[in-house]
């Protein structure tokens, strides 16, 4: 299940629950590195620390209720997740290097030293890609054990009934955030920001669980949250590399080569300030009991009138509209010849056709753990036009029954293959005992040169039969 509690779930029950699942996937996660590729590792390492922060948020909601339970519980997940953070740092530098000359832009002025700033951080990152991390590695020990003994802890969880359960953390996290936003915008260190941020991240867990209450009012909420926490996450990236520049020496090359990226960070920084500001005034322009009691409300009416009525859906389907999509898909598919390297349960997909002409196909899909999407196709073969758009729930719930007889069930894995990621799919229902494997390309050059390796199998990317589509459709066609 999702990030969030169910209709009708009792609150300590459900809380329970979800705490549970979370800690289960992250040990998951770290007993499956071992088996992974240096590649893979990092994007491991990454759901480990997700899971840890996801769980930290929801003590926070029901501190009140766990007494002197809250501070070794938060102070295991925190030493666990520190454990996790310096194996793939170097990484994560590189990337938010590359992702800041995109956006800004690079000046001609300075653009040799930004060049020979780039070599260093991927030669630090390729580095530390090609280091695997042994199951035994003391880090992930220490990790794993940590986990472990939260989650003991929250199976003992014995919490008040009802909102009473989650209404005092709540005030105390909206209120943490006010005050947090002020501060950072009175006296904007790169500490004072990080600090809001931690609380804006903690919001956006706690209105994640209770969205299901409302959706058509928090689930813009919980969008713009993610939003704001976004930005001061990239903000919190460049304030590391501006620091790691400014203090280390010739470790990063060049003077002239660290002040040009500690300049191009602190410029960036400023733009996204400039919009954190601006939304976070208005996520936080209530008072913290006004807040809450709005929660409440929608809590309470929740459980007497049951699940929102679903309104206004046209307009909320024109609404998407004005959201930017991605427009073109290069993918090449494959049938899988061996056994691919799986690692842990994957996502469970389901998805149906609501509307197929031809080489036109409208679609519904719901993933766990991700947004359900609209997607609307055209062409065929290994590029393609595609549009793509968030749904909240209700609109989902609209959709899908108009998609019946024409839906399939999968889950996938994602795998990581030569600097692409692959997607392996596993199908169940009448198509069980299909695997197909699909890998997406940013370019024509490097969808043309992609090597499939040895566990790939025939390529039917110009085989109809194998289309999603057509499956959903007439099931798998004999040759």
């Given at each position: 299940?999702?990030?969030?509690?169910?209709?009708?779930?009792?609150?300590?029950?459900?809380?329970?629950?979800?705490?549970?699942?979370?800690?289960?996937?992250?040990?998951?996660?770290?007993?499956?590195?071992?088996?992974?590729?240096?590649?893979?590792?990092?994007?491991?390492?990454?759901?480990?620390?997700?899971?840890?922060?996801?769980?930290?948020?929801?003590?926070?909601?029901?501190?009140?209720?766990?007494?002197?339970?809250?501070?070794?519980?938060?102070?295991?997940?925190?030493?666990?997740?520190?454990?996790?953070?310096?194996?793939?740092?170097?990484?994560?530098?590189?990337?938010?290097?590359?992702?800041?000359?995109?956006?800004?832009?690079?000046?001609?002025?300075?653009?040799?030293?930004?060049?020979?700033?780039?070599?260093?951080?991927?030669?630090?990152?390729?580095?530390?890609?090609?280091?695997?991390?042994?199951?035994?590695?003391?880090?992930?020990?220490?990790?794993?054990?940590?986990?472990?003994?939260?989650?003991?802890?929250?199976?003992?969880?014995?919490?008040?009934?009802?909102?009473?359960?989650?209404?005092?953390?709540?005030?105390?996290?909206?209120?943490?955030?006010?005050?947090g936003l002020r501060v950072a915008r009175e006296d904007p260190t790169d500490e004072h920001v990080h600090e809001w941020r931690k609380t804006v991240k903690h919001l956006w867990y706690q209105t994640r669980l209770l969205e299901p209450t409302a959706p058509s009012i928090l689930g813009p909420l919980v969008h713009r949250l993610d939003d704001l926490a976004d930005d001061l996450g990239d903000d919190h990236?460049?304030?590391?590399?501006?620091?790691?520049?400014?203090?280390?020496?010739?470790?990063?090359?060049?003077?002239?080569?660290?002040?040009?990226?500690?300049?191009?960070?602190?410029?960036?920084?400023?733009?996204?300030?400039?919009?954190?500001?601006?939304?976070?005034?208005?996520?936080?322009?209530?008072?913290?009991?006004?807040?809450?009691?709005?929660?409440?409300?929608?809590?309470?009416?929740?459980?007497?009138?049951?699940?929102?009525?679903?309104?206004?859906?046209?307009?909320?389907?024109?609404?998407?509209?004005?959201?930017?999509?991605?427009?073109?898909?290069?993918?090449?598919?494959?049938?899988?010849?061996?056994?691919?390297?799986?690692?842990?349960?994957?996502?469970?997909?389901?998805?149906?056709?609501?509307?197929?002409?031809?080489?036109?196909?409208?679609?519904?899909?719901?993933?766990?753990?991700?947004?359900?999407?609209?997607?609307?196709?055209?062409?065929?073969?290994?590029?393609?036009?595609?549009?793509?758009?968030?749904?909240?729930?209700?609109?989902?719930?609209?959709?899908?029954?108009?998609?019946?007889?024409?839906?399939?069930?999968?889950?996938?894995?994602?795998?990581?293959?030569?600097?692409?990621?692959?997607?392996?799919?596993?199908?169940?229902?009448?198509?069980?005992?299909?695997?197909?494997?699909?890998?997406?390309?940013d370019g024509d050059e490097a969808m043309t040169a992609f090597v499939p390796p040895a566990w790939f199998g025939p390529e039917v990317t110009l085989d109809e039969r194998y289309t999603n589509a057509r499956l959903a459709v007439h099931g798998l066609e004999e040759t």
């Amino acid at each position: 299940m999702g990030f969030r509690l169910e209709h009708g779930e009792p609150v300590g029950k459900g809380l329970r629950r979800i705490a549970v699942e979370r800690l289960d996937d992250a040990i998951e996660r770290l007993d499956g590195l071992a088996d992974l590729d240096p590649a893979e590792t990092e994007a491991a390492i990454h759901g480990v620390r997700k899971r840890a922060k996801e769980v930290r948020g929801l003590l926070r909601l029901v501190r009140p209720g766990l007494g002197d339970g809250y501070g070794w519980a938060n102070r295991g997940l925190r030493e666990a997740a520190a454990e996790m953070a310096s194996l793939r740092d170097a990484q994560a530098l590189a990337r938010t290097f590359t992702d800041l000359r995109r956006s800004m832009g690079d000046d001609s002025s300075n653009r040799v030293e930004l060049d020979a700033l780039q070599r260093v951080l991927d030669g630090r990152a390729a580095a530390a890609s090609a280091a695997a991390v042994a199951t035994d590695d003391p880090r992930v020990l220490r990790c794993r054990e940590g986990f472990v003994e939260v989650r003991r802890g929250v199976k003992r969880w014995d919490l008040p009934k009802g909102f009473g359960a989650v209404a005092d953390g709540l005030e105390a996290t909206y209120r943490r955030g006010r005050v947090g936003l002020r501060v950072a915008r009175e006296d904007p260190t790169d500490e004072h920001v990080h600090e809001w941020r931690k609380t804006v991240k903690h919001l956006w867990y706690q209105t994640r669980l209770l969205e299901p209450t409302a959706p058509s009012i928090l689930g813009p909420l919980v969008h713009r949250l993610d939003d704001l926490a976004d930005d001061l996450g990239d903000d919190h990236d460049l304030a590391v590399l501006a620091h790691l520049l400014e203090g280390d020496g010739d470790g990063f090359g060049a003077g002239a080569q660290r002040r040009a990226g500690i300049q191009l960070a602190r410029h960036h920084q400023n733009d996204l300030r400039h919009r954190a500001f601006g939304l976070g005034a208005r996520v936080y322009a209530e008072k913290p009991t006004a807040f809450v009691t709005r929660m409440e409300a929608y809590w309470r009416i929740d459980r007497s009138l049951g699940a929102e009525p679903r309104a206004g859906t046209i307009a909320d389907l024109a609404e998407l509209a004005d959201r930017p999509p991605r427009t073109v898909e290069r993918e090449r598919k494959f049938l899988v010849a061996g056994p691919p390297p799986l690692v842990g349960d994957g996502s469970r997909i389901r998805q149906g056709y609501f509307a197929i002409d031809r080489n036109v196909s409208a679609r519904v899909r719901e993933r766990s753990g991700w947004a359900s999407t609209m997607t609307v196709k055209s062409g065929s073969g290994a590029t393609r036009t595609e549009l793509e758009w968030e749904l909240v729930p209700e609109i989902f719930d609209v959709l899908w029954p108009l998609a019946e007889g024409r839906c399939i069930e999968k889950t996938r894995h994602e795998v990581a293959v030569d600097g692409h990621t692959a997607e392996v799919d596993v199908f169940g229902g009448p198509l069980e005992g299909l695997c197909l494997v699909e890998v997406e390309f940013d370019g024509d050059e490097a969808m043309t040169a992609f090597v499939p390796p040895a566990w790939f199998g025939p390529e039917v990317t110009l085989d109809e039969r194998y289309t999603n589509a057509r499956l959903a459709v007439h099931g798998l066609e004999e040759t």
